[in-house]
């Protein structure tokens, strides 16, 4: 078991705002944690709709689905360099979970400090998050913890995460 990102979404507010630095190498204004923060919104509030109305609505191909082991229609991403803020995607969703608030524009990126950490450090953004809503350490997946991503971990109340009305599900239920 390897260590991974711990988020606390009750605790966690944009970058701006909680002043959690990123040490992303390529860029030095770098807002790492949003960017995660999109990810995690996608994965958890989008309905993963079959026929995806975003994903046709974008007028430059921005969107896509992420096929994941757990679902069938796979979790929403956004090619960063190549949204332009429109927001169509948002005006597209069925659901009203697409907010465009959640689209920044222009984009940061989270490489997860992946390769460049020392034996027992920590990444930037959890020793200069002040509010104890970002951790790293090997952690076992329950209770109030989601795996969102494969070294992504995030704390949900309850321990709920949406699940989509699979097509299996519902000829279970008739």
């Given at each position: ?17 909680s002043k959690v ?37 974008c007028p430059v ?114």
């Open positions: 078991m390897g260590k991974k990102l711990i988020i606390d979404l009750a605790k966690c507010r944009p970058q701006s705002q630095r990123c040490s992303y190498k390529h860029h030095p204004d770098n807002k790492g944690i949003d960017a995660l923060l999109e990810m995690i919104r996608f994965a958890l509030i989008c309905r993963r709709c079959e026929t995806a109305p975003c994903i046709t609505a191909g921005a969107l896509e689905k992420e096929p994941t082991e757990n679902d069938d229609y796979g979790v929403l991403k956004r090619a960063n360099m190549l949204c332009t803020g429109c927001g169509g995607c948002a005006i597209a969703c069925p659901f009203g979970t697409v907010y465009t608030d959640l689209i920044p524009f222009p984009s940061s990126v989270c490489d997860r400090s992946k390769g460049r950490l020392k034996e027992g450090e920590k990444p930037l953004c959890v020793t200069t998050s002040e509010d104890g809503s970002i951790d790293y350490k090997e952690v076992k997946v329950e209770g109030d913890l989601v795996e969102v991503f494969e070294d992504i971990v995030v704390k949900v109340s309850g321990g709920v995460l949406w699940e989509p009305f699979l097509r299996e599900k519902e000829k279970a239920n008739k």
